[in-house]
């Protein structure tokens, strides 16, 4: 509704200014056009009643005391000169030929362009106020008079040998310029109105759309939000549970891992002490038929296979054991990755350390030992890296990790990644707390593996 009253003002405004500009203009058109043909008019009444006093102009250009007279009774008197405040006949070089104010006949001036364009046979008409010619005014009238140039023409030729110059009083036209004027402003009121009114209608029923498009937009708007906040309580869910099952899946790793060494490793140890025993038993002792080593030979070599298989357990369990993270702040989680890495591999890492949180989820912190385990091992075991340098820093709630090497790298786009375990396992532990895994790697200019994770991952509310 605001809407509606603000562009209802600005149109009426609109429309206001537009009435006034246009009235002003339309009533200005109507008077002149209606004083140039009452000036037209009388102009031609004039020129028919003096064009007898033209002849007296063909000669010399002066008119006879009889001419003069007869000029005086007709402008003295009659119904004509009711309206004639002043009168003077021009001669073409500009001389007062005759003035109803005796001390101008014969006074001489300039021939203006409106003069000259009476003597070409043009009528020109306008509307004075005399302020300096009160004298000339009559009793009883207005300021405002009517000057008309009237040509003169002779009868027989068509020349125009004179030009009457004529004020008159607007007191009979006064009516109906009222009645124009009012008329036009009628006009232009009744136009503007409906046009108002018009648009008005168009309007309010523009604005009831716009109100039902608006209704409908918000409900839609409030569904969307509704939707939006379940999908992100959802996710966050989802989030809380990916934390919580990342650390399970921690212990359970760690569970196994101690079960191998209690269980397999403990039975292959002893199986390994009783294959020495029975080949020191057996070393005297002579060799199957068919068979060129002795038995006790063979026993050692079952013993060297059965201490083979436990330290690949061995490996494998303390592979799967996670050291306790939970109490390292996330800096150290880092260094203790590369203490370990070291001591496996005897190569040197570098790293970048860039304000990082003091306190960060469990879930978070064991992501970032997987994935920096995994990732410097790939780049040893796989590409031959030299050079590995991790470079970790945080920003925006996120935990930026950033791992270069100087190996042999690969192609992407024609190396397929899937069945490598390492690089599925990243992304996947990435991916589960809501981060994102970039990995990008050029055939001999090396891999960098970068993630974004989340700093409020798995985090209890």
């Known amino acids: 509704m605001n809407l509606t009253r603000s562009l209802l003002a600005g149109i009426s405004a609109v429309l206001l200014v537009g009435m006034l500009v246009t009235g ?30 033209a002849v007296a102009l063909t000669g010399d250009g002066l008119l006879s005391d009889a001419d003069m007279l007869a000029l005086d009774k007709l402008l003295h008197g009659t119904r004509l000169a009711e309206r004639i405040v002043a009168f003077k006949l021009w001669s073409r070089d500009g001389r007062v030929l005759y003035s109803t104010d005796l001390t101008q006949i014969g006074l001489r001036s300039e021939t203006g362009p409106v003069l ?22 009559p009793a009883g009238h ?20 004179t030009v009457a110059q004529i004020h008159q ?27 108002y009114l018009l648009l008005a209608v168009l309007i309010k029923r523009a604005s009831s759309k716009v109100v039902i498009q608006k209704r409908q ?14 999908k992100g309580q959802a ?50 002792c002579s060799p199957v038929a068919g068979e060129i080593s002795p038995v006790a030979e063979e026993f050692k070599k079952l013993e060297k296979a059965l201490n083979s298989a436990q330290q690949d357990v061995r490996s494998l369990s303390k592979g799967l054991h996670l050291p306790n993270t939970e109490e390292l702040s996330l800096a150290d989680v880092a260094r203790r990755v590369l203490r370990d890495y070291k001591r496996s591999s005897g190569v040197d890492v570098e790293l970048t350390i860039n304000d990082l949180p003091d306190e960060a989820p469990l879930p978070v912190k064991i992501t970032l030992f997987r994935l920096l385990q995994e990732s ?29 090497d100087d190996g042999k790298g690969f192609d992407p786009q024609t190396t397929p990644t899937e069945g490598h375990l390492g690089l599925e396992g990243m992304r996947e532990r990435v991916e589960l707390l809501g981060g994102t895994f970039y990995l990008w790697s050029a055939v001999g200019q090396g891999t960098v593996v970068r993630a974004d994770i989340p700093l409020t991952s798995g985090e209890e509310t």
Request: proline share 2%; aromatic share 4%.
């Open 142 to 161: 207005g300021s405002d008079l009517i000057e008309i140039y009237a040509p003169i023409h002779e009868v027989k030729t068509g020349s125009i040998p």
């Open 24 to 53: 002003v203009w339309l009533s200005r058109a109507a008077e002149k056009k209606l004083i140039d043909h009452e000036s037209a008019l009388y102009a031609l009444y004039v020129d028919s009643v003096l064009s007898d006093q």
């Open 116 to 137: 000259a364009a009476a003597f070409r046979g043009e009528t020109q008409s306008r509307i004075l106020t005399l302020k300096g010619e009160e004298s000339q005014r």
């Open 376 to 404: 410097l091992a790939n780049g040893y075991r796989h590409g031959g890296a030299v050079k590995q340098h991790i470079v970790l820093s945080a920003s925006d709630s996120k935990l930026q990790v950033s791992v270069r």
């Open 169 to 195: 009083t607007t007191d009979v036209m006064d009516q109906a310029i009222g009645a124009v004027r009012l008329q036009s402003w009628m006009l232009v009121i009744a136009a503007a109105t409906t046009l």
């Open 235 to 284: 996710l966050e869910r989802m989030t809380r549970a990916a934390g919580g099952t990342t650390a399970r899946n921690e212990h359970r790793l760690h569970r196994i891992a101690i079960d191998l060494h209690d269980g397999p490793v403990q039975g292959i140890a002893l199986a390994a002490m009783r294959m020495e025993a029975l080949a020191k038993m057996c070393s005297n």
């Open 217 to 230: 937009l918000e409900e839609k708007v409030s569904q969307l939000t509704s939707r939006l906040a379940e």
